[in-house]
């Protein structure tokens, strides 16, 4: 039976009214490109979406993981989005492109890659997740109540086909390091890394019964790429569900808690990762707060069934006016951390020259 291999690729290449929304005509170019793959036989199927200021290629093919017809496909889409918008004179037009020439794989080129190849159930749901405002190690806390905890996921204690346990393979984004940790023997040295979300981020996990892929993340950092400031790396996820992984309901539930993650105004704050409906996925109070969206597919011969918006549901409501008051507290530190990030870990800022006027003036402590 041929594989099938979701792709998920995303790249901010501008938007409407500084770090707010995709205009209209970026998506409708995006939709254009992939139309023609799709004519073309390249793609299977393929679905266009925002999450804020970022452009979300969903594709679907049978061409396996890192294929480079796909990555250029999405890179030349993404060359063409951002010559849309530097016609429209929008905000950032090109932000996400480090390069101008394509060199055979879009990663380390700017833009965040989910993808997994697997075969196909009889039933195989899908759910994406898509961040702006935040960085790869916001999925650190969910996919680790996802996957490890049984008060989560109730699947883990009670359903045979989870209760081995899930191995995650984490990212060292600093020393560009990878370590392969299985749980539940490994879960609370697997806590320890996933704690330090700047640094360490899950890119796969695996069900250990079978070695069956279960999830995957973009765990590209924009900052360590260029060297310098030049957007959020606002990370994708693709999570499947039922049948042997987590319930969907299960997949959702951990979004419920909007726990603190950086990013924010210019990737240098912490703030709380709030639910929302794709309609909703606009931040804009101090560019914020971050936002992540769910959509749920059925992935049926290589096409895409859906998408079904899961966090346009009123259950989420509480969530969504708790990540509110959590946005009102944390802004009124100003300045100040914990609001702000630590100085080594913030995207870009005045302190060095800040501290290089003060040299002079620093004198010992008696």
Request: proline share 6%; net charge negative.
């Amino acid at each position: 039976m041929t594989k099938t291999t979701v792709s998920v690729i995303k790249a901010d290449v501008g938007s409407v009214a500084g770090h707010v929304v995709t205009h209209e005509k970026i998506l409708a170019k995006c939709r254009e490109n992939l139309g023609k793959a799709l004519d073309e036989g390249l793609l299977e199927d393929f679905y266009v979406t925002n999450c804020g200021d970022d452009t979300e290629l969903i594709m679907t093919h049978r061409n396996g993981e890192e294929n480079e017809e796909v990555h250029k496909l999405a890179f030349d889409t993404f060359m063409d989005a951002t010559a849309v918008a530097r016609e429209l004179k929008l905000y950032g037009a090109g932000q996400d492109m480090l390069s101008d020439t394509f060199s055979g794989n879009i990663k380390g080129m700017g833009p965040g890659v989910a993808e997994m190849e697997f075969k196909e159930r009889p039933s195989d749901p899908v759910i994406i997740f898509c961040c702006d405002k935040t960085e790869p190690g916001a999925f650190n806390m969910p996919l680790f109540r996802m996957f490890a905890d049984p008060f989560n996921t109730a699947g883990l204690v009670i359903d045979p086909s989870l209760h081995d346990g899930f191995k995650y393979e984490v990212y060292d984004v600093m020393e560009h390091k990878k370590v392969i940790m299985s749980c539940p023997e490994e879960i609370y040295d697997l806590a320890a890394l996933l704690g330090t979300i700047s640094r360490y981020v899950i890119k796969h996990i695996y069900r250990k019964s079978d070695n069956e892929i279960a999830a995957s993340v973009s765990t590209e950092r924009l900052n360590l790429m260029a060297g310098k400031y030049v957007g959020k790396d606002d990370p994708v996820a693709i999570v499947r569900s039922q049948s042997g992984f987590p319930a969907a309901g299960e997949v959702v539930e951990p979004f419920a808690f909007p726990h603190l993650v950086g990013g924010w105004m210019r990737g240098s704050h912490n703030g709380p990762l709030m639910p929302v409906a794709q309609k909703n996925a606009h931040p804009i109070r101090f560019d914020g707060p971050p936002r992540v969206i769910a959509l749920g597919f059925q992935i049926a011969e290589s096409k895409l069934v859906g998408p079904m918006d899961l966090f346009d549901d009123p259950a989420y409501d509480r969530s969504r006016a708790l990540a509110s008051e959590i946005a009102e507290y944390m802004r009124r530190h100003g300045p100040f951390e914990p609001h702000r990030l630590p100085a080594d870990e913030m995207e870009y800022t005045t302190l060095p020259g800040v501290l290089e006027k003060l040299e002079g003036r620093f004198t010992d402590i008696d």
